[in-house]
DNA sequence: TATATTTGACCTTT
DNA sequence: AAAGGTCAAATATA
C-alpha cells in the first residue's frame, strides 16, 4: 500500500539493482568459462554473453543515473514487510491452543551451491526440519539445517529434492556456510583447480575450475551456478545435452535462462554415481524404509529422504565465499 | 529418557 | 492469494 514515489519504489529499485548486478556476475562468470571451453560454440555463446553484459551494463548505469543508486546497500529482506502492514499479529493461537511466535525471514539466503548427488552424505551432519509438496514438481522438498545450530548457532542449510527424471538422485541445495567446529562436521573444501583439472574427482563437484587465479571470481561462478542450477529446476537432470537456441538470443533473452542453457549443453554439471550409496541403513533403513516404518506423526503416505547421515562424507561440500546477503560484489568483468 | 523425524500450522515473499 | 520456508508439538526410535 502506500505507493509513495512516483516512479520506480526504491525498494524495487534496489532490488533490481541487485538483480543486475548478480546478474552481471553470473555473465561475467560464464563469460570467463566459455573463454577456456572447447566448443564449437564457444564464440558464439561469448558473443551472447558479451551482449549480454553490455545491455546489463548499461541498465546499471541507467539505473544508477535515475538515482536509485540503492545498488552498494543490499535490501534487507528482513525488514521488508515490516514497513508494509508494521506491526503483525506477533503470534496466533493455533485451534490445539499452543501459542507460536514466528520472526524468520524467508530466502534471506541465496544459495551457495547446487549439486545433483545419489547420495545425501556430505561430510556434515544434518537436522531435517520441514518438508514441503513443490508446486511444479512432483518430488517433494526436504528442509535441512545444520545440526549445530542450536549449539553453536551454525546457520547452514540444505534442501533435498528428489530428481524428478532420476529419483535415485537429488538436487541439493546449499544456503549458507558452516561455522560449526565439530571435527565430523568439517567441511574439506577442494579447489576449483583441482576439480577442474582432475575429472575424476569432478564427478560429485560442480565446478568451473577456472584457471584465473582471481578468488572472488572463482567464488561468483559457483554461485552463480547454484543460481542457474536452481532455474533449471530438477528437469535438468533429464536433458543430458543438447538444447537448442533461438536467434531471439539476440533480443536480450533472460540472462539466467541463458546461463542455464549453456551450463547445460556444457555439461559441467556432472550427475555423479558411485559413491557409496547404500552400505548403510542407519535409522529408517534407507531410502525405502521410512515409509514403511515410518513413523512420525502421522505416519508418512508419501515417500521421504533418508535421515541425514553423518558418516564420512563419500563427497565433499565446499564452502565458498560470502553468503549472499551481504555481498560487496567485487567481482571484476573485465581487465 | 534423549534425540531425531514427521507433519500441520503459521508466516513471508512474490 | 498462492507458493514456499520455518516452527514446534506429537510421535518414533535408539
Known amino acids: 500500500m502506500a505507493s509513495s514515489g512516483r516512479g520506480v519504489p526504491a525498494e524495487r529499485a534496489a532490488a533490481a539493482a541487485n538483480d543486475l548486478v548478480e546478474a552481471r556476475e553470473g555473465a561475467a562468470a560464464l563469460r570467463a568459462f566459455l573463454l577456456q571451453l572447447d566448443d564449437q560454440r564457444a564464440p558464439w555463446a561469448q558473443g551472447v554473453v558479451d551482449g549480454v553484459l553490455n545491455r546489463l551494463a548499461s541498465a546499471m548505469a541507467a539505473l544508477d543515473a535515475g538515482g536509485a543508486a540503492a545498488a552498494g546497500g543490499q535490501l534487507s529482506p528482513a525488514a521488508g514487510s515490516g514497513s508494509g502492514g508494521g506491526a503483525r499479529p506477533q503470534q496466533s493461537v493455533s485451534s490445539s491452543g499452543n501459542t507460536k511466535k514466528r520472526s524468520f ?13 545419489s547420495t545425501l552424505e556430505d561430510g556434515h551432519v544434518w537436522r531435517k526440519y520441514g518438508k514441503k509438496e513443490i508446486q511444479n514438481s512432483r518430488q517433494p522438498r526436504s528442509y535441512y539445517r545444520c545440526t549445530h545450530k542450536s549449539d553453536q548457532g551454525c546457520n547452514a542449510k540444505r534442501q533435498v529434492q528428489a530428481c524428478e527424471a532420476d529419483t535415485s538422485k537429488y538436487v541439493v541445495t546449499y544456503y549458507g556456510v558452516h561455522t560449526c567446529r565439530d571435527p565430523s562436521t568439517i567441511p574439506l573444501v577442494v ?24 578468488a572472488a571470481a572463482a567464488s561468483s ?47 559441467v554439471v556432472t550427475s555423479t554415481a558411485t559413491v557409496g550409496s547404500s552400505a548403510r541403513l542407519d535409522r529408517g533403513g534407507g531410502f525405502g524404509g521410512v515409509a514403511g516404518g515410518s513413523g512420525g506423526g502421522g505416519g508418512g503416505g508419501t515417500g521421504s529422504f533418508p535421515p541425514s547421515p553423518n558418516g564420512l562424507g563419500s563427497f565433499v561440500v565446499g564452502s565458498f565465499g560470502s553468503v549472499g546477503g551481504d555481498d560487496d560484489d567485487l567481482f571484476r568483468m573485465d581487465p
Open 221 to 267: 561462478s559457483h554461485q552463480y551456478l547454484a543460481m542457474a542450477a536452481d532455474q533449471l529446476s530438477t528437469s535438468w537432470c533429464a536433458s543430458d545435452d543438447v538444447f537448442s537456441f533461438s536467434s531471439s538470443a539476440g533480443s536480450l533473452m533472460q540472462v539466467d535462462e541463458l546461463i542455464g542453457a549453456v551450463v547445460g549443453s556444457a555439461g
Open 105 to 117: 525471514s524467508r530466502r534471506s539466503q541465496r544459495p551457495t551451491d547446487t549439486k545433483i548427488t
Open 191 to 214: 579447489p576449483d583447480a583441482d576439480a577442474g583439472a582432475a575429472p575424476d574427482r569432478a564427478n560429485n563437484l560442480i565446478s568451473f575450475g577456472a584457471t584465473t587465479t582471481n
